[in-house]
């Protein structure tokens, strides 16, 4: 069957199972919205305000459903607008494939109006990149986009398609998608060299990443720990693949980690890695990092190895096959002064906050309260993520979404966007800062469009918080740049776009306005207003060892 580019592209959206779009059009790929409009009863397209909150939307529905995310963009600024949301997705290997479309073949590399070489800006931050010249080509293209976006360790994909072939003509013959499995391959000699020290070890540390989520491995997660016997610790990526709620959880490591798992890392002698990439962030001081530990890794890339930390053994393969071997080929271990001594720091190192005012982890404990820890949390980045982490108890898998190695200010709004167009069932909680939220507060007006609820909350402290807490710790209280004392109003603003505004500023008011923006069943913002300069603790100074970890009473002490 003859059909044109743009046809044939429809056609494969579908055939991978693809009901939802985000996107932004223009001249370029006129001929691909054109033919959308068609199916429109197929594949619902959502018209976001700007090409970087579609980047956003579709890494947000990805991470929420587990499912391929798809946005597309025209030429030149179109494209280059979806950079930042591609390289988010990159660096949390999430699977999002991005559709540009670009002036014709004839006119590639001739300075051409809103002609940008996408595929040249963005090869080093996605998987795979293409631009098809040839229609003939097209369809099996965009199938291997899909399957190279989950195979393995997922990332983005970008196909860019020059004008005219959208338009030419090809034989395009339906194909059903063969399922992407991960591959049962995983060295013997590896597996036995981890089983060994498993066994040996007195104090084990298991460490959860982000890989651990991506690999649908929470079940023999959470059977190897039991088999383990030891304390769970996670990365901000990692958070939900092992509950949050489980007595063995001792929360998050690293710069804002929990002292409990600061200290009993630093402690350990054998730190069982699974699905992480030792982040600065999570490390500190590298070359101090579990230094009486051996370290076992676990992950599906092994380039990952010896990266960033050198490691004792490394297990490579998908996490969900290799624990599920483990599980099976492990005695029952036994730990109990280990796990006591743990749970000891636990009670003696809880996470704190003022009791009276509110604060940011205040909100962040309402969210979880009045949800009863089931919805899904976006964040931004900086303070709010950093709370939003240590507070709300994630006791499930993809709940918490947000940017965590590139750290992009701007991407929770989109991506609560994305987030409740694929799980509409599910309460979605935008938390920002009023900084974040400036950068991309006019996706409100998308979620108003379509009608998705989401509820934007917005902690407001009048300045860039997190820069600001560097500031005040480590730049002698010079406040460069970071003041945001201005009359902005995210209430009348909330409202002329058409959502509800409501503005908290004690926690009364915030349990008040929090109540109703559940019952509201439309997009709600509330600007929570708290002092300028609450901290996140503890914390970890850079260049520091983790388990060098201090928080306001320390400072206080002068220590």
């Known amino acids: 069957m003859q059909l044109t580019g743009s046809e044939i592209l429809i056609e494969c959206l579908k055939e991978q199972g693809v009901d939802t779009v985000f996107g932004y059009p223009g001249g370029a790929i006129l001929n691909v919205y054109d033919e959308l409009y068609k199916h429109s009863d197929e594949i619902k397209h959502i018209l976001t305000s700007h090409e970087q909150g579609a980047a956003h939307a579709a890494d947000g529905y990805a991470r929420a459903t587990g499912k391929v995310g798809v ?70 293209t965009i199938r291997k986009a899909f399957v190279i976006a ?60 982000g890989g651990a989520i991506l690999s649908g491995a929470s079940e023999e997660l959470g059977v190897f720990v039991r088999k383990v016997d030891a304390p769970v610790t996670d990365s901000l990526m990692g958070k939900g693949a092992f509950p949050g709620t489980d007595p063995l959880y001792t929360g998050m490591l690293g710069m804002h980690g929990t002292k409990t798992s600061n200290y009993g890392v630093s402690e350990c002698d054998l730190l069982i890695v699974i699905g992480a990439r030792f982040s600065d962030r999570v ?31 490394g297990v490579t393969g998908d996490i969900k096959v290799v624990l599920g071997i483990l599980n099976e080929r492990l005695k029952q271990q036994e730990h ?22 509110l604060t940011g982890p205040y909100v962040v404990e309402e969210i979880y309260r009045q949800t009863k820890g089931d919805a899904i949390v976006v964040t931004e980045v900086g303070q709010h993520q950093m709370w939003a982490a240590q507070f709300y108890r994630y006791a499930r898998p993809r709940t918490l979404l947000t940017s965590g190695g590139l750290g992009t200010m701007g991407y929770g709004l989109g991506a609560a966007l994305g987030a409740k167009t694929g799980m509409p069932d599910k309460t979605v909680v935008n938390i920002a800062g009023d900084g974040c939220f400036r950068m991309n507060m006019n996706e409100i007006a998308t979620a108003v ?73 439309k997009p709600v913002v509330i600007d929570c207003q708290i002092d300028c300069d609450d901290k996140v603790w503890p914390m970890v100074a850079p260049g520091k060892a983790i388990d060098e970890v201090f928080d306001e009473k320390d400072l206080e002490k002068g220590k």
């Not at 590639?108 to 800006?121: M, N, P, T």
Request: aromatic fraction near 8%.
């Open 336 to 357: 109990k002064e280990w796990i006591g001594k743990i749970m000891e720091y636990k009670e003696r190192y809880p996470l704190s906050y003022h009791p009276d005012i």
């Open 71 to 140: 946005c597309f963009a025209t030429s030149g600024p179109g494209a280059t607008n979806l950079v930042t949301g591609i390289a988010t997705a990159y660096m949390d290997s999430i699977p999002i494939v991005a559709v540009t479309c670009n002036v014709g073949v004839s006119l590639l590399g001739k300075d051409s109006f809103q002609e940008i070489d996408i595929a040249g800006i963005t090869m080093p931050i996605t998987k795979h990149n293409y631009i098809v010249k040839d229609v003939n080509v097209l369809a099996d």
């Open 449 to 521: 469009r379509y009608n998705i609820p989401v509820i934007q909350v917005v902690i407001n402290n009048h300045v860039l918080g997190m820069v600001r807490q560097w500031q005040n710790l480590f730049y002698g209280q010079r406040y460069s740049a970071t003041i945001l004392n201005d009359a902005v109003d995210f209430v009348k603003l909330a409202e002329a776009m058409g959502a509800e505004g409501i503005r908290a500023a004690t926690q009364e008011e915030f349990r008040e306005a929090f109540a109703r923006a559940l019952t509201l069943g």
């Open 150 to 209: 989950k195979k393995g360790r997922p990332g983005p994909v970008l196909i860019d398609i020059p004008k005219d072939v959208t338009a030419n003509k090809a034989e395009y013959q339906k194909e059903t998608p063969k399922p992407v499995v991960p591959s049962q391959d995983v060295s013997e000699a590896e597996l036995e060299a981890a089983v060994s020290l498993i066994t040996e070890a007195k104090k084990p540390y298991v460490f959860v990443g």
């Open 283 to 313: 490390t500190g001081n590298a070359k101090k990092f579990a230094s009486h530990a051996k370290i076992l890794q676990i992950d599906v890339d092994p380039a990952e190895m010896d990266k960033n930390v050198l490691i004792t053994q």
